[in-house]
């Protein structure tokens, strides 16, 4: 009786697949859904601590190595991001770094601090001044108080992008 009702529900799914491939063949490309990161913390937070090891015997290569081990498996912890594109731009990868924090806000946008530090790289390193504008006022907006020196930065901005 249970092998008769197996074979009848593999017999129906394999017709419903094949009749939805058939259709979607049929039918217009649809846009893929992103699906949210699969996020492993803990077995994030081993290279997290491997890399800050390393950091602390100066070895920032192995640092670095290490913290994109753990972005990779956790994306979405903002605090590794950020430290990971602080190194990063130390080597002086800047494009790295960039991409890095404007995926680690597609993940947490409400964190002040990615949006400070990329504005800084895209405008010191990248001469990216419309994106380290907009950034620096959204650090601006997020932080609890005003800091009178990104205020001056923004403004200064908008004089060179007028």
């Not at 597609?106 to 419309?130: C, F, R």
């Not at 650090?139 to 205020?151: C, I």
Request: charge should be negative; include cysteine.
């Amino acid at each position: 009786m249970v092998r008769e009702t197996f074979r009848r529900l593999w017999v129906m799914s394999f017709l419903v697949g094949s009749a939805a491939a058939l259709f979607g063949c049929a039918s217009t490309p649809v846009e893929p859904v992103s699906k949210p990161p699969v996020l492993y913390p803990q077995q994030a937070q081993v290279h997290v601590q491997q890399g800050a090891i390393a950091y602390e015997q100066g070895d920032i290569s192995a640092a670095i190595e290490a913290w994109n081990l753990a972005v990779e498996l956790n994306p979405a912890d903002a605090v590794i991001v950020n430290n990971l594109a602080l190194l990063l731009k130390q080597k002086n990868r800047f494009d790295e770094a960039a991409a890095l924090l404007e995926n680690g806000l597609k993940l947490s946008p409400e964190v002040a601090e990615l949006h400070y530090n990329l504005a800084v790289i895209s405008e010191l390193y990248l001469l990216d001044l419309d994106r380290a504008l907009v950034h620096y006022q959204r650090y601006q907006g997020l932080s609890a108080d005003e800091d009178k020196k990104v205020t001056g930065w923004i403004a200064d901005l908008e004089r060179r992008l007028d």
